[in-house]
């Protein structure tokens, strides 16, 4: 008796042991403190393979420094440290790993080019490509903002399993016209091709990155010219490097303004959610008349089933709003993104937002005035977040809020539609919503936002909401920002990534936490 429980002791520490092991992670074994300059994670099969930091380790010359980039995986084991030297004018954007390479996008401001590079998993480059643009003409630019993908997922970079990557450019065109190219690069050979469609006129054509399945990418394909607005989801086959189908919204009944696309596991389906609009109504000026769901064949792209919430009738029963979905309370409500739960029900992640007059508005506005030119009595905030519930037909069934602190996202903005702010603040990541990350159960996920509450030394929290299929249950992880900046990053299914900046003492420490 005594020898097993003696036995099962030392199993438990040792896993206790290994457990801890696994969760903490210190990136101070230099010889000299380093300083981050980039970090993130590496997307593998649409899910957390692992992450990356650029740190410099030395200085070589004026223009030139040496970099370290480690690479882990996704329980934080080193993987790789990668040394090399270059511009002190550098950023690491994204990353994404196949099972035999691993592929990083660099970005040189001052030399006015980006740069891929392929390494194996030994850390050996393989290929190298570059495409330079031109920063006077903004010829060339990174989907670095984007109206729908998650604030720490990709936006550019994708890979195609062992063929290689393909990223996605936005083009700038002579005489103000824009398009966008999709480039696929070789990771065994130097071969790339590239689709790119034509500008007609001065059309303003932008591709944002809505969904990737093993096949597929999706991208909203909009085009900005007030005159010729319109809005298509286009998907790409990813293997074939050509155009698969598009669903075009705007030969619809309504307008049709896509904030998720969400593939069905095991089905030959595809959920598309957004805001639906009037024919004559310019939406990025509007709030739009509801919410839509399609369901679409994901083999030939034909919407299979149309259903229609609007804000005065189905939405307002369970969420209270006016015809053009205002809130007493928290305003209008963005739609960052949505999930499937089990028995395919749907819910999408809300945050509200709104403009109000401020204290300081006259002040800055009156005696300031001949300093800056520019008057300004309102800003625009975000407020609560608001998780929609939809059942097997998509009918909205319950709406709950969750409290938050609001905080500013645009000030001066007095003369722009409150919802084009709003869509230039999600742009630009303004808004607490962060990402909604798989819990490892199907049907179970949280929904993770930044509240900045703050409550004695604390200035802020990570809140997030974790669904067990059932109910929600909420959680805070406390920020601290006095001496040490702290992020979260999504990590694999059932855990968030703690990491912590020091800036005086250049120390990075970083934890696994698990989502209750």
Same mark, same amino acid.
């Given at each position: ?55 410099? @380790? ?6 030139? %420094?040496?970099? +370290?980039?480690? #690479?882990? $995986? !996704?329980?934080?084991?080193? =993987? ?65 903002? @984007? ?6 997922? %990709?936006?550019? +970079?994708?890979? #195609?399993? $062992? !063929?290689?990557?393909?990223? =996605? ?82 030969? !619809? ?264």
């Amino acid at each position: 008796m005594f020898r097993t429980i003696l036995f099962l002791f030392f199993i438990t520490t040792c896993c206790i042991q290994a457990a801890s092991a696994q969760k903490t992670l210190s990136l101070n074994d230099a010889a000299t403190p380093s300083i981050l300059y980039s970090s993130g994670t590496i997307q593998r099969n649409n899910q957390i393979g692992g992450y990356y930091f650029l740190m410099q @380790s030395d200085r070589v010359d004026k223009t030139t %420094n040496a970099y +370290l980039l480690h #690479v882990l $995986d !996704e329980n934080l084991n080193r =993987v790789r440290r990668i040394r090399f030297d270059a511009s002190t004018s550098i950023s690491l954007q994204e990353a994404a790993a196949s099972d035999s390479s691993m592929a990083f996008l660099f970005y040189y401001p001052a030399d006015k080019k980006y740069e891929l590079r392929i390494y194996d998993n030994d850390g050996k480059l393989m290929q190298s490509y570059t495409r330079a643009f031109d920063s006077y003409k903004r010829r060339l630019h990174l989907q670095n903002m @984007s109206l729908h993908n998650e604030s720490e997922g %990709n936006r550019t +970079l994708f890979e #195609v399993g $062992d !063929e290689g990557y393909m990223a =996605v450019f936005v083009r700038w065109q002579a005489k103000g016209t824009c398009t966008y190219d999709i480039n696929f690069y070789g990771s065994r050979n130097r071969k790339t091709s590239k689709f790119s469609p034509g500008v007609a006129g001065r059309d303003f054509l932008r591709a944002d990155f809505l969904a990737k399945t093993d096949s597929l990418l999706f991208v909203e394909v909009s085009n900005r010219r007030a005159s010729r607005s319109s809005s298509t989801i286009m998907a790409f086959n990813i293997h074939t490097r050509k155009k698969a189908f598009e669903v075009n919204a705007n030969k !619809e009944k309504w307008q049709f303004e896509p904030a998720a696309v969400l593939p069905v596991p095991g089905q030959d389906t595809i959920v598309m959610v957004g805001k639906y609009f009037d024919k004559d109504v310019k939406h990025v000026k509007s709030n739009g008349k509801g919410i839509a769901i399609y369901r679409v064949s994901r083999n030939t792209g034909a919407i299979l089933t149309r259903t229609y919430n609007s804000w005065e009738t189905e939405i307002n029963r369970q969420y209270s709003c006016d015809k053009k979905g205002q809130n007493a309370e928290n305003g209008y409500l963005y739609l960052h993104n949505a999930t499937l739960g089990p028995d395919g029900k749907l819910f999408v992640a809300a945050e509200g937002y709104y403009r109000r007059m401020y204290a300081f508005g006259f002040v800055h506005s009156t005696i300031f005035l001949p300093f800056h030119l520019t008057p300004s009595f309102t800003r625009v905030q975000n407020s609560d977040m608001v998780v929609l519930e939809f059942n097997a037909t998509d009918k909205l069934v319950k709406a709950i809020t969750y409290d938050k602190a609001p905080s500013t996202m645009m000030a001066r903005m007095d003369f722009l539609n409150r919802h084009m702010v709003a869509r230039n603040a999600r742009a630009h990541g303004l808004f607490g919503y962060g990402f909604i990350h798989p819990a490892g159960d199907p049907g179970h996920f949280s929904i993770c936002y930044y509240n900045w509450r703050k409550s004695g030394e604390e200035k802020g929290y990570f809140t997030y909401l974790r669904y067990n299929g059932q109910k929600f249950r909420q959680y805070e992880v406390p920020l601290r920002t006095k001496e040490v900046s702290t992020s979260v990053l999504p990590a694999k299914p059932g855990f968030l990534l703690i990491i912590e900046d020091n800036h005086k003492e250049r120390t990075i420490e970083m934890r696994m936490e698990k989502i209750s």
